[in-house]
């Protein structure tokens, strides 16, 4: 998510291609660097939707279709 | 291989655009209604049915806490209480039981990776973001949060009008899906004679 701009496509790619991987890697470790959270959207086994924020690459679920980045939260108005 | 072909050309075409996009800050007055366009689309994609109809439907999202379980802190273990997510306004608790409002959470997203400030997210990623956040690690944007009384942002009797129109409109929801669920019971039951 960018602000004034909103959803934006940032990297694309196949895990299971190690070059394609070695480049997610890449952004998503430069998305955090630049402050942003990372979160997986995901579904429970009832159904529900839910999300799970994840901090390393590592933690993201293989199977997952999509990663979104938006702004780190700060207290705002105070 | 031309189905690859297709789908590197795509790639490499998206990949010009978003370097043009990164560059290029022509103004642009539809630009902001497009990006909540898309921003409803991905809040839609993400939430649950009924919180994407709650929001359709009421301008706000009801989120369930998720530190009333035994291994939560100890003051709010075994106490049910919920969250307003409203866009580019506080988040705040309160007791669904009672309808006590506990706290607001002041919570902004700033673009820190723009030099000189930014446009604020689309209204809708707002959202999806105070969603997924209290989703995934409740604690961690409560932390960040500027805790204030209830009252501060957002006028409570406007809270308690919203929280009368969340009820009204789960017990029309409620209502419909029974009468649906009726009406397709009897559909299936075989005529009689």
């Not at chain 1, 196949?14 to 997610?24: C, H, K, R, S, T």
């Not at chain 2, 996009?21 to 909540?36: F, L, M, S, Y």
Request: charged share 35%.
């Amino acid at each position: 998510m960018r602000p004034g701009f909103g959803e934006q496509l940032i990297a694309e790619g196949d895990v299971d291609v190690a070059e394609e991987e070695q480049e997610l890697i890449e952004e998503f470790r430069r998305q955090l660097d630049q402050g942003m959270w990372a979160a997986v959207p995901t579904t429970g086994i009832d159904g529900r939707r839910e999300a799970e924020m994840v901090r390393a690459f590592e933690d993201i679920p293989r199977d997952t279709g999509r990663v979104i980045f938006f702004p780190r939260a700060a207290g705002g108005a105070v | 291989m031309p189905w690859i072909d297709r789908r590197l050309e795509a790639r490499r075409a998206r990949r010009e655009l978003r370097r043009a996009g990164e560059t290029g800050a022509a103004h642009d007055p539809g630009r902001e209604r497009r990006a909540e366009q898309r921003a409803r689309e991905l809040l839609k994609s993400c939430v649950n049915e009924e919180e994407w109809a709650m929001y359709r439907d009421l301008g706000f999202l009801r989120v369930w806490g998720g530190q009333s379980a035994l291994d939560g802190p100890p003051e709010m273990r075994g106490v049910d209480y919920a969250y307003l997510i409203y866009p580019h306004k506080p988040i705040v608790a309160y007791l669904p039981q009672t309808g006590r409002l506990l706290n607001e959470y002041c919570v902004e997203f700033p673009d820190e990776t723009r030099p000189y400030g930014s446009p604020r997210l689309p209204d809708s990623d707002d959202v999806l973001a105070k969603w997924m956040a209290l989703q995934g690690d409740e604690r961690r944007i409560i932390t960040e949060a500027n805790l204030h009384l209830p009252g501060r942002q957002i006028d409570p009797r406007q809270i308690q009008r919203d929280l009368w129109r969340l009820g009204r409109w789960e017990r029309e929801r409620l209502a419909r899906a029974l009468r649906a669920e009726t009406g397709s019971r009897r559909l299936a039951e075989p005529a009689d004679g």
